[in-house]
Each structure stands twice: as structure tokens, then as C-alpha cells.
């Protein structure tokens, strides 16, 4: 799958994917920005700045006409929020690209941010919290983080919390904005069937005039060159230095020793995720990251399932997961267990991470399948376009190349046994560990007694 690259005049990225077979193309504009970059007394604003623009702009001026402009070409418009990233999207017919790139444009430069939607949406991203903290499925995750990158703003919900989505104001979105809703910030990735040509006059048309700002953001620093003064992320970041300019993230506990948070909730269930930090995003390990935590817990062949569901059938769902930042990462299993049963799972997991990290353990056959299962769930996730904005267009956001799918593929072949076994060994130590339970417990002793490697 082919990709083109082109920079507009003012710094914006358009990442171009032609996929002939297609009837549509989803046009995707990326934000290099996200929870990451805020306040302490403002945890949230990217997310709600999210809410917020769906709620009008200066072309397109409520919900109403916004939804209507894209329900009547028969589109899909969403968008996300992530720690270090945001992204709106747009689907459509290949005609209608251009109201695409128009409206997302809009969203970008124009949004208008009225203050009676800033109240009532309060209400809504409130109980968009509440619904998460009622899920411990989700909370255990959230936990998890909290944990590893405690005291930096990585660490933080996404959301927010509710006494801080209370404060938000529109002179904070439009701070947001300034600093990091800019062209030398943003990828505009297109993803179908498209005409190339036409595409890039469309870029231009809708996102060319967009100016740069003062802050040099993918180095978070003041650009010297565009003009004096400080930004508005440079005085939050004076008033709260956990934030943008956190330092870089240990890959060992700051305790030496394994750490355990838990937030004691009725649950029918016990939400467990136990892991140890990572590489960062881009890390030249990541094939060797994949592969070995597809032996551990990708899909139902994997270790864990089996050792877990299968032969004792303590949980519903387990697996591993692995996640980068730009500085850091992590590597952990996840699992729902029966509450009678958390201190076997635990055990059971430790177990096989002892299993990986020992020479002879993981079978010829296994490496073979962790790699075909690798590349099967990326060839069958690419068949969507929105999938293949997103691929190319994270990459040109986050690191220094953009990779295609053969040369991934290519990456993950190139997997040794001893490269997984080499890598194991340099993850799972008993002083890594890292704990988070959801549950109704109130004892971390009996859980601290069990993390040994």
C-alpha cells in the first residue's frame, strides 16, 4: 500500500493514500495535542474542546446543521481524544470530499464556542465520567496509568475530573486552540478513492491559510523567529510544572520495588492489570514488542488465555496489551476475574511472564503463529479507510518515518526467538512490576506478597 507526502506552505502535513478499490475516503485531521499538554486545574480541556466543536462553527453554526450537512451526503463524522493526540474524521462518498475538507477546516479555525454550550455540555462530559467510573472494566486500565506515570500529567484521565470540567471557560479552549491547533501541529491525512490533485487543492483551499502559531510545539518551546511573548501553555506551564514539559517517564519504579494501586468498588468482578514499562513510541523493539505479547495474550491460542480461561476458567477476558507514548510505553496482561480467584490469576500470569522470558520456552510453531496473527489482524484492520488514514497519519505525526504495510510486516518476520527471550528478560524483573486492581478489596499486602518474578 503506497502513500504520498506533501507540505503545504505553512507547515501542514497531507498525508495521501490512494485506495482504488474503494467508493469512499475518509478525510482525518490529526492534532498533535492532547490530555498531556494540560493544566492540573484544567485536566480534561482537550476532550471538552472536542465536545465543543461539534457544537457549531462560524459556517456550519449548531449540532443541528453540522449533523444535517452530514447525514445528507450519507457520511460518518466522529472524532477522539488521546493523551498526546486528537483527531476529527470525516467519511464520505468520493463526490463529496470537498464538503468534508470544508467542514473539518471549520472545526480547526472556526469554532464558536458559545457559553450556554459550554455550561450544558459540563453536564454531559460529567456523566460521561460517571459512566466510565461505573465500569471497572474501563477504570482498571485508566488505573494502571495513573499508576506507571503518576504525578505527570500522562497520568491523568483523559476526561478530566468533575471539579475541573466545572471550571472550564471559553477563554480556555481558546488557549487550546492557540497553542496547539496549528498547521506545524497538525497531519491532514486522506485515506480512498480519490484524485490526488484535486486533494491537495482542496488542502490548500481549506487548510493553507492557516496561520502558524508563536510555540514551537513538536519541541515545546517558544519559536524565537515567529515573535516574542509567551504562550499560553508557557504561563500554565510557569503556574504547574506537571504538565507539557513533565519530565521523562523512569522505566523503573521510583521505589524499586513493585507498585500497586486499587480502588475498592463493589464489583461482581475483579478488574486486574499487571504489566511493567515499555519502550516509547517508534522504539526500534517494537516488532519484538508485538510479537511477544501476541505469545502472551493475542487471541485465543494465546498463553494466557489458555492458562487462564481455558484450563482453570477464572475469567471472561484476558489479554495483553501493549501501549507507547513519545517517551515511554508498557507491556501488560488484563484480565476480568472471578473475586475468589484474583490471587491465582495473579500468579498464573507472573507465571507465564517467568515461561517468555526463559530460553527453550516458546516453541518454533508459536513464534510462527504470534507473526501471522500480527499480520492477519493488520491486513484485515486496513481494509477500512478511516483504519488507513490512521495508520499513515499517526506515524507522520509522531515519528521520523512513515512506514508502509510491507515494510511493518517485513519488521515482524525479522522477529528472533532470541530477540522475544532477550527482551522478556529485560521487561520482567521483580522490581518492575506494576499492580492495579478494581475490586471490592482493601488489603495491598496479600497482593504486594505475590509480585515476584
Same mark, same amino acid.
Given at each position: 500500500?503506497?502513500?504520498? #507526502?506533501?507540505?503545504?506552505? +505553512?507547515? %501542514?502535513?497531507?498525508?495521501?493514500?490512494?485506495?482504488?478499490?474503494?467508493? =469512499?475516503?475518509?478525510?482525518?485531521?490529526?492534532?498533535?495535542?492532547?490530555?498531556?499538554?494540560?493544566?492540573? @486545574?484544567?485536566?480534561?480541556?482537550?476532550?471538552?474542546?472536542?465536545?465543543?466543536?461539534?457544537?457549531?462553527?462560524?459556517?456550519?453554526?449548531?449540532?443541528?446543521?453540522?449533523?444535517?450537512?452530514?447525514?445528507?451526503?450519507?457520511?460518518?463524522?466522529?472524532? =477522539?481524544?488521546?493523551?498526546?493526540?486528537?483527531?476529527?474524521?470525516?467519511?464520505?462518498?468520493?463526490?463529496?470530499?470537498?464538503?468534508?475538507?470544508?467542514?473539518?477546516?471549520?472545526?480547526?479555525?472556526?469554532?464558536?464556542?458559545? !457559553?450556554?454550550?459550554?455550561?450544558?455540555? @459540563?453536564?454531559?462530559?460529567?456523566?460521561?465520567?460517571?459512566?466510565?467510573?461505573?465500569?471497572?472494566?474501563?477504570?482498571?486500565?485508566?488505573?494502571?496509568?495513573?499508576? %506507571?506515570?503518576?504525578?505527570?500529567?500522562?497520568?491523568?484521565?483523559?476526561?478530566?475530573?468533575?471539579?475541573?470540567?466545572?471550571?472550564?471557560?471559553?477563554?480556555?479552549?481558546?488557549?487550546?486552540?492557540?497553542?496547539?491547533?496549528?498547521?506545524?501541529?497538525?497531519? %491532514?491525512?486522506?485515506?480512498?478513492?480519490?484524485? &490526488?490533485?484535486?486533494?491537495?487543492?482542496?488542502?490548500?483551499?481549506?487548510?493553507? @491559510?492557516?496561520?502558524?502559531?508563536?510555540? *514551537?510545539?513538536?519541541?515545546? #518551546?517558544?519559536?524565537?523567529?515567529?515573535?516574542?511573548?509567551?504562550?499560553?501553555?508557557?504561563?500554565?506551564?510557569?503556574?504547574?510544572?506537571?504538565?507539557?514539559?513533565?519530565?521523562?517517564?523512569?522505566?523503573? +519504579?521510583?521505589? @524499586? #520495588?513493585? !507498585?500497586?494501586?486499587?480502588?475498592?468498588?463493589?464489583?461482581?468482578?475483579?478488574?486486574?492489570?499487571?504489566?511493567?514499562?515499555?519502550?516509547?513510541?517508534?522504539?526500534?523493539?517494537?516488532?519484538?514488542?508485538?510479537?511477544?505479547? =501476541?505469545?502472551?495474550?493475542?487471541?485465543?491460542?494465546?498463553?494466557?488465555?489458555?492458562?487462564?480461561?481455558?484450563?482453570?476458567? /477464572?475469567?471472561?477476558?484476558?489479554?495483553? *496489551?501493549?501501549?507507547?507514548?513519545?517517551?515511554?510505553?508498557?507491556?501488560?496482561?488484563?484480565?476480568?476475574?472471578?473475586?475468589?480467584?484474583?490471587?491465582?490469576?495473579?500468579?498464573?500470569?507472573?507465571?507465564?511472564?517467568?515461561?517468555? =522470558?526463559?530460553?527453550?520456552?516458546? #516453541? *518454533?510453531?508459536?513464534?510462527?503463529?504470534?507473526?501471522?496473527?500480527?499480520?492477519?489482524? %493488520?491486513?484485515?484492520? /486496513?481494509?477500512?479507510?478511516?483504519?488507513?488514514?490512521?495508520?499513515?497519519?499517526?506515524?507522520?505525526?509522531?515519528?521520523?518515518?512513515?512506514?508502509?504495510?510491507? &515494510?511493518?510486516?517485513?519488521?515482524?518476520?525479522?522477529?528472533?526467538?532470541?530477540?522475544?527471550?532477550?527482551?522478556? +528478560? $529485560?521487561?520482567?524483573?521483580?522490581?518492575?512490576?506494576? /499492580?492495579?486492581?478494581? $475490586?471490592?478489596?482493601?488489603?495491598?499486602?496479600?497482593?504486594?506478597?505475590? /509480585?515476584?518474578?
Amino acid at each position: 500500500m503506497d502513500f504520498q #507526502k506533501h507540505t503545504l506552505n +505553512n507547515g %501542514l502535513r497531507v498525508v495521501t493514500a490512494p485506495m482504488s478499490a474503494m467508493e =469512499s475516503a475518509t478525510v482525518q485531521i490529526l492534532i498533535g495535542s492532547g490530555s498531556r499538554d494540560e493544566n492540573v @486545574k484544567k485536566q480534561g480541556l482537550a476532550h471538552f474542546l472536542e465536545h465543543m466543536v461539534f457544537k457549531g462553527t462560524k459556517k456550519y453554526p449548531t449540532s443541528a446543521v453540522i449533523s444535517a450537512a452530514v447525514d445528507g451526503i450519507g457520511g460518518e463524522i466522529n472524532a =477522539s481524544t488521546g493523551k498526546e493526540r486528537t483527531g476529527y474524521y470525516i467519511k464520505a462518498w468520493e463526490r463529496y470530499l470537498s464538503l468534508a475538507f470544508d467542514i473539518l477546516s471549520q472545526f480547526i479555525s472556526a469554532p464558536i464556542l458559545k !457559553e450556554r454550550e459550554i455550561e450544558k455540555e @459540563k453536564g454531559v462530559i460529567i456523566e460521561e465520567i460517571a459512566m466510565y467510573e461505573d465500569l471497572p472494566m474501563y477504570k482498571a486500565p485508566y488505573l494502571f496509568e495513573e499508576l %506507571l506515570f503518576d504525578k505527570t500529567s500522562l497520568g491523568w484521565d483523559v476526561a478530566g475530573t468533575p471539579e475541573t470540567i466545572r471550571t472550564m471557560e471559553k477563554k480556555d479552549f481558546e488557549g487550546f486552540i492557540a497553542d496547539y491547533y496549528q498547521p506545524e501541529n497538525m497531519v %491532514l491525512s486522506v485515506a480512498g478513492k480519490f484524485d &490526488q490533485s484535486e486533494v491537495l487543492k482542496l488542502a490548500q483551499k481549506y487548510f493553507g @491559510k492557516l496561520g502558524r502559531s508563536k510555540l *514551537d510545539v513538536r519541541n515545546g #518551546k517558544l519559536d524565537n523567529e515567529m515573535g516574542s511573548g509567551k504562550s499560553h501553555l508557557a504561563r500554565q506551564s510557569e503556574a504547574n510544572p506537571v504538565s507539557h514539559f513533565s519530565p521523562r517517564i523512569s522505566k523503573l +519504579n521510583p521505589s @524499586k #520495588k513493585p !507498585e500497586i494501586r486499587m480502588v475498592n468498588k463493589k464489583t461482581e468482578q475483579a478488574h486486574i492489570v499487571l504489566g511493567v514499562r515499555g519502550n516509547r513510541l517508534g522504539h526500534p523493539d517494537r516488532y519484538k514488542e508485538a510479537v511477544l505479547a =501476541s505469545i502472551l495474550g493475542g487471541g485465543m491460542s494465546s498463553w494466557l488465555w489458555n492458562e487462564i480461561r481455558e484450563k482453570r476458567g /477464572l475469567a471472561y477476558y484476558v489479554r495483553c *496489551d501493549i501501549d507507547h507514548y513519545k517517551d515511554t510505553g508498557y507491556i501488560a496482561a488484563r484480565a476480568g476475574v472471578k473475586l475468589d480467584s484474583v490471587e491465582e490469576a495473579i500468579e498464573v500470569i507472573l507465571a507465564q511472564f517467568n515461561k517468555i =522470558s526463559t530460553p527453550g520456552k516458546v #516453541k *518454533d510453531r508459536e513464534l510462527t503463529k504470534a507473526k501471522e496473527y500480527l499480520k492477519g489482524r %493488520l491486513a484485515l484492520g /486496513l481494509e477500512d479507510t478511516h483504519s488507513v488514514s490512521e495508520f499513515f497519519g499517526d506515524q507522520e505525526l509522531f515519528e521520523e518515518e512513515v512506514r508502509t504495510v510491507e &515494510q511493518v510486516m517485513a519488521g515482524i518476520d525479522a522477529v528472533t526467538m532470541s530477540d522475544v527471550h532477550s527482551l522478556a +528478560n $529485560g521487561f520482567f524483573t521483580t522490581p518492575k512490576l506494576n /499492580l492495579a486492581v478494581v $475490586g471490592p478489596f482493601v488489603d495491598t499486602v496479600k497482593f504486594q506478597k505475590l /509480585l515476584k518474578l
